[in-house]
């Protein structure tokens, strides 16, 4: 079935040992998302790709960062995380807004930092 | 962009219908109601959405208000496996989608 897959789904790095989260998507979407989700809050966006295009929230810390090699793979690298940095990291993907469609999720990475 | 504004938490006898609000008073002309649910530990869980039709699929049934104001999600049949957080999001004109604090729903046998 198509989906979004996110690898691993449970990631423990040490304090401020950089670490990187993973999602493919066989949708072919062409906007893909991260979202942060602390411990009963919800998804807090972090930014997305449209296409190659870059968008970063205003307040996303610039220890996150992002890459899209490719329209399946997308990749959020977490530079030097710090305790407030464990979460559980969703990736989505959609169509462009145009199409007024849903977005997809993955089921998450849950980032442990010791 | 528009902001959404639900109940932090409800709960639903088995088996009745269960009817989640949301205010979005401050929605545009061409904006989109979409509403999910996450289920603990899991991805957020597509539902329905909506522009302002009423609509209905295999899920649940979105109705929403003539002004667009406000939306309802309405699930006939509540069962213990709908017990979840329900989040209401109106798309942002570009492609953002920006969660509110959702609603906890708590499905009582």
């Known amino acids: 079935d198509a989906m979004v897959i996110q690898n691993p789904r449970y990631q423990v790095t040490q304090f401020g040992k950089p670490v990187t989260l993973s999602c493919s998507q066989t949708?072919?979407?062409?906007?893909m998302y991260w979202y942060q989700q602390k411990s009963s809050q919800a998804p807090k966006l972090l930014f997305h790709?449209?296409?190659?295009?870059?968008?970063n929230e205003a307040d996303t810390p610039d220890n996150f960062q992002s890459r899209r090699p490719n329209t399946s793979f997308c990749f959020l690298d977490i530079r030097s995380p710090g305790l407030g940095d464990a979460a559980m990291y969703l990736c989505?993907?959609?169509?462009?807004?145009?199409?007024?469609?849903?977005?997809?999720f993955g089921d998450g990475t849950r980032l442990s930092i010791l | 962009d528009a902001k959404t504004t639900q109940p932090p938490s409800m709960d639903c006898a088995e088996g009745r219908a269960a009817n989640l609000p949301c205010n979005h008073s401050?929605?545009?002309?061409?904006?989109?109601v979409y509403w999910y649910r996450q289920i603990h530990s899991q991805g957020p869980q597509y539902i329905i959405h909506?522009?302002?039709n009423n609509e209905t699929n295999e899920m649940a049934s979105l109705i929403i208000t003539e002004d667009r104001k406000s939306s309802t999600l309405i699930l006939p049949h509540a069962t213990l496996r709908d017990t979840a957080v329900y989040y209401c999001?109106?798309?942002?004109?570009?492609?953002?989608?920006?969660f509110g604090t959702g609603t906890s729903l708590t499905v009582i046998p």
């Open positions: 909506g522009l302002k």
């Open positions: 989505a993907t959609s169509r462009d807004a145009g199409s007024h469609q849903p977005q997809h």
């Open positions: 790709y449209y296409d190659k295009d870059f968008n």
């Open positions: 949708l072919n979407h062409n906007v």
């Open positions: 999001i109106v798309r942002h004109t570009g492609n953002q989608f920006y």
């Open positions: 401050t929605i545009s002309g061409n904006e989109y």
